[in-house]
């Protein structure tokens, strides 16, 4: 079954403002993956947060975590039109030793218009 | 470096035929999996291996099998392919560790079932 559920499904922004998309989840996990996919191409990884973190920073991107809420948030500063693509948030959970379960969402399908 | 390679890229089969998909990758990573995408379903896991000889179910294994002969190869194989399998494939791996999480995918194969 899906653990990560993004909303929204779409977003149409203008090129400079800021995107944001928000993951929620209903079990309890170790961390929570964003992967980014261009179309027709495979995913990328673009950052992790572990679940004794409650916010995460690389580049244009800010990633927080609520555990209380079971939910994240992913935020695009300055966007560009080529971080028009579609955005995934995947949640890990350690089963046993060895043995790891990462679940993708939906995704969200970004567009940035220029 | 390639990272992880997927062959075909593209596939059109009659219901009833079969046929492997091929990943491979040359980061000499433990883990592989293979995940199918289809459109509004984000991505499912398929089957996994977590090293040389052994794999796993993941979440939708029916009508699949697998095989990790090689470290680097994981095999997807359809037996008798049915529409229902009409999808976009991707192989990922990863290093083995609980540090090591983030996935690496490849460019995926488009599988058309008639």
């Known amino acids: 079954s899906q653990q990560g559920e993004e909303d929204p499904q779409a977003l149409s922004i203008q090129e400079g403002e800021n995107a944001t998309m928000n993951c929620s989840y209903k079990t309890s996990i170790n961390n929570l993956q964003w992967y980014r996919q261009n179309s027709g191409r495979g995913l990328v990884h673009l950052i992790l947060i572990r679940s004794n973190e409650r916010e995460k920073h690389s580049g244009r991107l800010r990633v927080t975590l609520d555990t209380s809420k079971k939910s994240s948030s992913l935020l695009i500063t300055a966007s560009r039109a080529a971080d028009t693509a579609s955005y995934f948030c995947a949640t890990g959970v350690l089963k046993r030793a060895g043995s790891y379960q990462l679940t993708f969402g939906k995704g969200t399908k970004l567009s940035v218009i220029p | 470096n390639a990272g992880v390679t997927q062959t075909p890229k593209f596939r059109v089969l009659k219901t009833g035929q079969s046929m492997t998909l091929l990943c491979a990758q040359d980061m000499n990573h433990e883990y592989m999996y293979w995940y199918r995408q289809d459109p509004g379903m984000g991505l499912r896991l398929i089957h996994y291996?977590?090293?040389?000889?052994?794999?796993a179910k993941g979440e939708v294994p029916d009508g699949y099998n697998v095989s990790r002969l090689k470290k680097q190869n994981f095999l997807l194989g359809l037996e008798s392919a049915a529409p229902s399998q009409t999808s976009v494939y991707f192989c990922?791996?990863?290093?083995?560790?609980?540090?090591?999480?983030?996935?690496?995918f490849g460019s995926g194969t488009q599988l058309s079932v008639l």
């Open positions: 291996s977590v090293g040389e000889g052994t794999t």
């Open positions: 990922a791996s990863r290093p083995k560790g609980y540090l090591n999480e983030k996935l690496f």
